[in-house]
Structure formats: C-alpha cells, structure tokens
C-alpha cells in the first residue's frame, strides 16, 4: 500500500514543498529513502523505528516487510532530520495503524528515540511557503508553534510527541490550534551616543548615515571610539515595521539564530577579521547566509577592514552596490538578502599613528602603502561617508556630551518618514536605494547646485558611481534639514565626506 504525504526543507531561505510516499510490501525486512537524501535523512530510519516502538505501536522492524520512502522531487538533495515526523506518520498509514485525510496537511519535526518532537530550524521559512501552496495546517514540534503562528491563514498545531500527533489525527484528543502571537518591539541595552565623548563630527555623520542607510568608513587611531560609535548606531536607528521583523525572523529561524518566537531587534553583526570567506559571504555545498545577510536590516561592523582576507573584501561589491549577495556552487545558485547598513572601521597604519600630531608613526611606506591599499578603489568608490575620528584631549573625557541617541533617533525617524512619502509606490524606501532614473526624479538639483558638483567632480575625479552617490547623501542631509529642495549648503556637506588626501598616504 502506498501513502503520499507532505514536508518541507530548506532551500537557500526558502521553503521547498517535499511529496512523502510511503509503500509497503512483503518479504524480508528492508527499509530504504531514495531521492537524494543526506546522511541525516538516512539515518531517521532509525530514529523512526525506536520512536514507533516506544510510542506503543508496531515498529517497521517487528514484521517481515519492505519499506520504500520516496522523498519528491527526486533531483533536489535532502538534508536534515526534519522529515522524521511525516515519514513515520506515512508508516503508520500504510500499515494501517492510522486513518486519517492527510490533504492540505504538512509535518515538520524531528524525532527523539522516545517520540518526542524536537524543535527544527526554519519553521517560519517552511509555513510561509505552505501557506502560499495553499496547505491549511501544519503540525510540528510544540516550541515551534509560536513561530509558525506568525504566518496568517494557516492552523498551525505544536505538538510534544508522535503520540500526541498520532491522538489528535485520529480525533481521540484534539490538539488546539496555536494562537497568533503578538509581536513587541522590545529594545535591549545598547550604547548611547551620550557615552561617547568628544567626536561630533563623527556622529553627525553616522547620523545622516543611519537617516539614509549610507554606508560608512571610520579612520582614526586606536582608542578614539570607533568601535563605541558603530556600537551605538543601533540606537538611533527606527523601529522595524511587520514585513521587516518578517525577513529578519526568517533569515535568523533558517540560520538557528532565533532565541524566542520573533526578533524586533534590528541585528548587529560584529564577525572577527579572522572569519573566512563563507562565514561571511555564504556558501557551503548547499548555500547557506553568512554575516552579509545575518545582518539584513540592521547593521554589519566590520572592524579592523583592512585585515579581513582581501577576496573577503572583494565580496562587498555586490552587497554594497545592490543590497543582496549572489552564492553560486555546482549544485546551484542562491539569492541572498543583504540590505543592511554596513561601517567599517580601521588604523590609518598598522601602529595606528600615522597622520597624528603627538605619537610618531613607525611605518616604513611600502607598509602603509601595502595596508592601505586593501582598500581597493571600486570598494572606496561604494562608500558613502568617509569619516576621520581623531585623537581628543584628555580633559575632554569629563565634558558632557552635546548628543544623545533620543534626539539623534526622532531627526532620523522624521527623515525616514519624508523618504517614505516620497518613495511610496516606486518599490524603494531610502535614498541610498536610489538608481540613476530615481535621482533624476526624486533629487532634481538647481543650476548653483549643479555648478558646484561639476566643479567639484573634476577636483575630486568622482567617478560616476560616485557622482551619484553625492547626490543621493546630498539628498538625505536636506531631508534632515526638512527642506523639499537640495541647497548648495547640503552638497557641501556631502562633499566633505568624500575621501580627501590626508586620509592615505598613497594619495598625497
């Protein structure tokens, strides 16, 4: 007898809609998975057995039968434990312990030895896409249940164990559906702005930054808050509305990130220089995210840039231009969200002291030449503001600060909400979004305006890119300033953090 069932697995941050058939036939014991399935899926064979046996029913082992499990399609490999749930539900169906209609139904879990369900990674991923393949309910492990439950019109059912799954298909003890969960923002403890002394100009920079999600270089000596102020850039950044909380909760679910049913936090990834092309871009035999999307919607700080390998570098590109990242491998090709706000942080030499009044460097200038120079032009091209965090005097340390993360978040909300108006209907949200067809739209310039960027095109060589990407900084500092126009004095700010020559030795 041969029973069809549905799953799930992950694909890329995707779900993938997995057919179960189950057949059964005489002679000698023999049970068997094809449809290129992974050592994990395998080995459920065994997993199964045991938790059919200690749930109290008749294990595949104890008659002289043969066990096919066809996981469909065949030509799509199969990883993880989390089609134990719908193999053994397809057991007991072809042996028939079990009656029920398993139509516009999707199991999801893996099994202990004793039955019980164990959570699974990438459940929010997986309801989506059975909602949208219009599936009704889903059964799956019970700490999973208030993830799934985010997903809108499909019953999502936790249960403990194969008993409990097994009772409530057969009507002898219903399990109630999971209740919608209602989603909080719930801001953790991170750093202010106000604890950061001195550095103004860094942080009115990092302010417009965050206004237009604009990405950002810190350089500046070791000690001066560079790390503080990347680590305080959270703080004035707003709120994530549903469709953003959403994505984040999917990409952090997929990646088993996810400490509670939702995350509210916009992420901060701080991966160390020493982490290796695919923890950071993605990648694997089937692609998984790295740090590049861990940080979507959020912030990725990279610090210490010059001394990630420099292929790692490379791999902006693409995330830097397009706010998504492209992992191709053999067995295919995966697409990857990474629209996050990226800030790297470094020396302007290896000692740190190079370019300062009071320390001396001890740099030869083939080493400041070799470090600086990991920076290579097409990346420095896609930064927006460049930012110089020098060294401060002491006495400064006990000054209060003149900002604070509370009114440094409302400017940027309030230029935020002016984006949104503006953009609404054209598929983009933030000026840093913005094409060549967007700026000519949306950020028109005067004659002065036009005047002064020519000019300062030609002193500063501003390549096209960024030539544009003035612009768009332009832009974002005049909704700040709520003005509906961009005025000289707004271009001549964003000028100003364009990379100047003081910053590398290689340029003077």
């Known amino acids: 007898m041969s029973i069809k069932l549905h799953s799930a697995e992950i694909v890329g941050l995707e779900g993938e809609i997995i057919d179960v058939e189950v057949d059964l036939a005489r002679g000698l014991f023999h049970f068997s998975i094809v449809g290129l399935a992974d050592k994990a899926v395998d080995e459920s064979k065994e997993r199964i057995s045991a938790a059919i046996k200690n749930c109290g029913l008749a294990h595949p082992q104890k008659k002289n039968q043969r ?3 066809s996981l469909a399609p065949a030509d799509l490999k199969k990883e993880g434990p989390l089609f134990d749930l719908a193999i053994a539900i397809g057991y007991l169906m072809a042996s028939k312990q079990l009656e029920f209609n398993p139509d516009k139904k999707i199991f999801l879990g893996e099994l202990a030895l004793d039955g019980r369900l164990r959570p699974i990674k990438g459940v929010l991923a997986l309801t989506m896409e059975a909602k949208n393949r ?23 059912y936790g249960a403990r164990s194969l008993s409990d799954v097994v009772q409530h298909l057969s009507g002898e003890i219903l399990i109630s559906p999971a209740r919608p969960v209602k989603i909080e923002n719930n801001l953790r ?18 302010e417009i930054a965050a206004a237009g999600s604009h990405h950002v270089l810190l350089v500046g000596p070791p000690g001066t808050g560079k790390t503080m102020l990347a680590r305080a850039l ?26 509670s049913a939702y995350t509210s936090e916009r992420p901060f990834r701080n991966p160390h220089h020493t982490a290796s092309y ?6 694997g035999q089937t692609p998984r995210p790295g740090e590049i999307t861990l940080a979507h919607r959020g912030v990725l700080f990279l610090d210490e840039f010059p001394e990630f390998e420099r292929r790692v570098l490379e791999a902006l590109r693409q995330p830097l231009e397009d706010g998504e990242i492209t992992v191709s491998r053999a067995k295919g090709t995966s697409r990857f969200p990474a629209r996050s706000l990226m800030i790297f942080a470094m020396n302007p030499c290896p000692c740190g002291n190079y370019g300062s009044n009071k320390k001396s460097c001890l740099c030869s200038t083939q080493t400041l030449y070799k470090y600086q120079r990991k920076v290579s032009g097409p990346i420095a091209d896609r930064i927006d503001v460049w930012l110089e965090v ?3 005097e002491p006495e400064k340390m006990h000054e209060r ?34 094409g060549p067809k967007e700026i000519e739209k949306f950020a028109p310039l005067n004659d002065e305006v036009k005047s002064v960027l020519a000019e300062a095109s030609k002193k500063l060589d501003l390549s096209a890119r960024a030539y544009h ?27 100003q953090y364009r990379p100047r020559k003081n910053f590398f030795v290689y340029e003077s």
């Open 67 to 69: 066990i096919v499990v």
């Open 134 to 156: 219009g599936f009704e309910e889903t059964i799956l492990p019970e700490e999973n249940a208030e993830e799934a439950s985010l997903v809108e019109g499909i019953k999502v």
């Open 189 to 206: 403890r991170i750093t202010d702005f106000g604890e950061v002394r001195g550095q103004e100009l860094a942080k009115r920079g990092l």
């Open 234 to 259: 959270p703080s004035i950044l707003p709120e994530m509305n549903m469709n953003e909380i959403m994505e984040v909760t999917k990409i952090q679910s997929v990646s088993g990130n996810l400490r």
């Open 278 to 283: 695919v923890a950071l871009v993605g990648g």
């Open 390 to 392: 020098p060294y401060f």
């Open 401 to 434: 600060s003149t900002s604070e993360s509370g009114r440094m978040r409302e400017r940027v909300i309030k230029a935020r909400e002016l984006q949104a108006n503006r953009f609404l209907g054209s598929g983009i949200n933030l000026n840093s979004e913005m």
């Open 469 to 495: 990407r003035v612009i768009k900084l332009a832009r974002t500092i005049a909704d700040l300033a709520e003005s509906a126009e961009i005025k000289k004095e707004h271009l001549l700010e964003a000028l």
